[in-house]
C-alpha cells in the first residue's frame, strides 16, 4: 500500500469505526438515555447564569425555609435563599470540577504512560515505581492532605482530585501502547521512515483513545461524589458559592422543617451521579463489545 493509499483508507477505517460505535450505543437504551441526561445536565451548569430564577447568593430572611410555591419551586433555605437557582448554580460549580479534575489527571497520566508504554527500559522503570509509590496511598486521603495544607475551594479541590487521579490515566496510556507498539502499521510506519513522535500522535494515539475516553467518563460521578464529601465536610466549596454537597451540610439540621432544603442536592448528586455511570458503561460497551 503506498502512502497516498494509507491515507486515504486510514480515515475511512476510523470513520467505520466510530460510526459502529455510535450504533451500538444508541441501541443500548439505558445509556443513551443516561447520556442524554448527563448533555442536559452539562448544558444547564453551562447556562446557570440564564435558567436560574435567582442568584445563587439572593437571601430574603423573611422567606427562610419556606416550603415549595409558585414563587420557589422547590422551597429555599435557611437564608432565604430559592433552593431551585442553589441546586442549578450548585450543577456548574460540581460538573466544573467533575470534568476539570479528571482532565488534570488526564494531562499529567497519559503522556507518562505513552512515554512509559512506547519506550520501555529505564523510563518504563521510573513510571511504574511512580504508579506503584501513588498508588499506596488512596486518592482520597491524599486529596484530604493537601487541602488540609493548603485549603479548601472550588480551584484547590479541582486541581488535587486533578492530581491524585493520574496514575488510572497512566497506567491505561501504558497499557495501550505497549499492545500497539508492535501492530503490523506501526512497523510499517517506522520502515517508511515516519519520525517517532508522528507515529506516537498521529497513528498509534487514534487507537489508543478509545478507553481513555471511556476512563475519562467513568471517572466522573466518582468526582461528584468526592466532591461533595469534601463539601459536606467543609473542606471543599465555600460560601457563598452552590455546591450540592455543601447544601447537603447546610440544610440537614432543617430536614424537620423543610424536607426539600437537603433532599434537592441529594437528588442531583444521585442523578448525575448515575447518569455519568450508565453513559460511561455504555460507551465502554460501544467502543470494546468484547469487553462485556
Known amino acids: 500500500m503506498t502512502v497516498l493509499q ?7 477505517s476510523s470513520s467505520s469505526f466510530w460510526h459502529a460505535a ?33 442568584g445563587y447568593a439572593t437571601q430574603n430572611l423573611n ?11 422547590l422551597g429555599t433555605d435557611q437564608l432565604g435563599r430559592d433552593l431551585l437557582s ?17 482532565l488534570v489527571g488526564a494531562i499529567i497520566g497519559i503522556p507518562i504512560g505513552i512515554l512509559s508504554g512506547w519506550f520501555g527500559g529505564v523510563i518504563d522503570f521510573i513510571a511504574l515505581r511512580a504508579f506503584e509509590v501513588f498508588t499506596m496511598v488512596p486518592q482520597v486521603l491524599m486529596a484530604l492532605l493537601l487541602i488540609a495544607l493548603y485549603g479548601g475551594g472550588v480551584l484547590k479541590l479541582l486541581l ?4 491524585t487521579s493520574w496514575v488510572g490515566f497512566g497506567r491505561l496510556a501504558r497499557a ?4 500497539l507498539r ?9 520502515a517508511m521512515g515516519v519520525p517517532t513522535w508522528r507515529i506516537i500522535i498521529v497513528h498509534v494515539l487514534p487507537s489508543a483513545v478509545g ?16 466532591a461533595a464529601g469534601f463539601s459536606f465536610l467543609g473542606l471543599g466549596v465555600q460560601d457563598p458559592l452552590a455546591d450540592w454537597g455543601k447544601m447537603i451540610n447546610d440544610g440537614e439540621q432543617y430536614l424537620s422543617i423543610n424536607l426539600t432544603v437537603a433532599l434537592t442536592p441529594i437528588i442531583c448528586i444521585a442523578l448525575a451521579t448515575l447518569a455519568f455511570s450508565f453513559a460511561g458503561d455504555g460507551l465502554r460497551d460501544a467502543l470494546d463489545p468484547t469487553s462485556r
Open 6 to 12: 494509507e491515507r486515504i483508507a486510514t480515515p475511512r
Open 22 to 54: 455510535w450504533y451500538r450505543y444508541k441501541r443500548n437504551r439505558l445509556a443513551l438515555v443516561s447520556g442524554v441526561i448527563a448533555v442536559l445536565i452539562l448544558v444547564v451548569a453551562a447556562l446557570a447564569s440564564v435558567i436560574a430564577p435567582f
Open 63 to 73: 422567606e427562610s425555609l419556606t416550603g415549595p410555591s409558585l414563587h420557589h419551586l
Open 86 to 102: 442553589r441546586a442549578i448554580f450548585g450543577a456548574r460549580t460540581s460538573m466544573a470540577i467533575a470534568i476539570g479534575a479528571p
Open 160 to 163: 488535587f482530585l486533578g492530581i
Open 176 to 179: 495501550q501502547y505497549l499492545t
Open 182 to 190: 508492535d501492530r503490523d502499521f506501526v512497523l510499517a510506519a517506522k
Open 211 to 226: 478507553p481513555m475516553i471511556v476512563f475519562f467518563v467513568q471517572q466522573v460521578p466518582a468526582t461528584i461524589f468526592a
